[in-house]
């Protein structure tokens, strides 16, 4: 659910790209308020997407690539069990027309 929202979306692909970022910087990007960027990095850090370090009075968020990669293996794992699914649909259902063809 952490990545449901296309806020936290972006800030997981800011992350990905920059590799760091603080949270005056997410914020300004997304043009959301300190509050609500700040709900938003909640979530992904409860999902153990995102972590964050204090420097001062910044926060600076990094991507927890390791948790990406579980979520990533196991889309691949569904995408690929969907994909032959429908490709099996797809030679049935053109097997039938053939039949019916006939």
């Not at 992904?44 to 910044?58: F, W």
């Not at 569904?78 to 039949?99: H, I, K, P, V």
Request: proline share 1%.
């Amino acid at each position: 659910m952490a990545l449901s929202d296309s806020s936290r979306r972006s800030i997981v692909a800011q992350l990905a790209e920059h590799g760091e970022l603080s949270i005056g910087d997410a914020s300004a990007a997304l043009q959301l308020s300190p509050a609500g960027i700040t709900k938003h990095v909640k979530v992904l850090e409860d999902a153990r997407l995102v972590v964050r370090r204090v420097e001062g009075r910044r926060h600076i968020l990094s991507l927890e690539s390791r948790r990406l990669q579980l979520a990533e293996d196991w889309i691949d794992r569904y995408c690929t069990f969907w994909t032959n699914s429908m490709n099996r649909l797809a030679d049935l259902a053109t097997e039938l027309e053939q039949g019916n063809q006939s």
